[in-house]
């Protein structure tokens, strides 16, 4: 049950901010509903919460992601990786 999930994704991801992961999941399920607006929201809150969390690569990947679907969050999200690495 789709609806079901994303439910249970946003609480989640709502609950543990700390939780990359949790956001990147429900990027997943959005861009798997051809739902592109809110896949792009999702995984740009995921590649911050990575740099939060120290990650700076693996945010690096939401950028791929995110190219596609929405590049001025790419880029910005690009910046920010960049800022955090000086």
């Known amino acids: 049950d789709l ?15 700390s939780l990359p992961d949790v956001m990147g ?8 509903q051809q739902r592109f607006e809110l896949a792009a ?4 809150q995921t590649g ?3 740099l939060d969390a120290g990650r700076p ?3 690096s ?3 791929a992601a995110l190219q596609r679907m929405d ?3 790419a880029e910005e999200l690009r910046d920010l990786i960049m800022t955090q690495g000086r």
Do not use: C, W
């Open 48 to 50: 911050r919460r990575l």
């Open 71 to 73: 590049p001025e969050k």
């Open 41 to 44: 929201d999702a995984y740009f």
């Open 3 to 17: 609806k079901k999930a994303e439910g249970m994704y946003r609480r989640l991801a709502e609950a543990n901010p």
């Open 25 to 32: 999941e429900l990027g997943n399920l959005y861009y798997y």
């Open 57 to 59: 690569a693996q945010a």
């Open 61 to 63: 990947t939401m950028v």
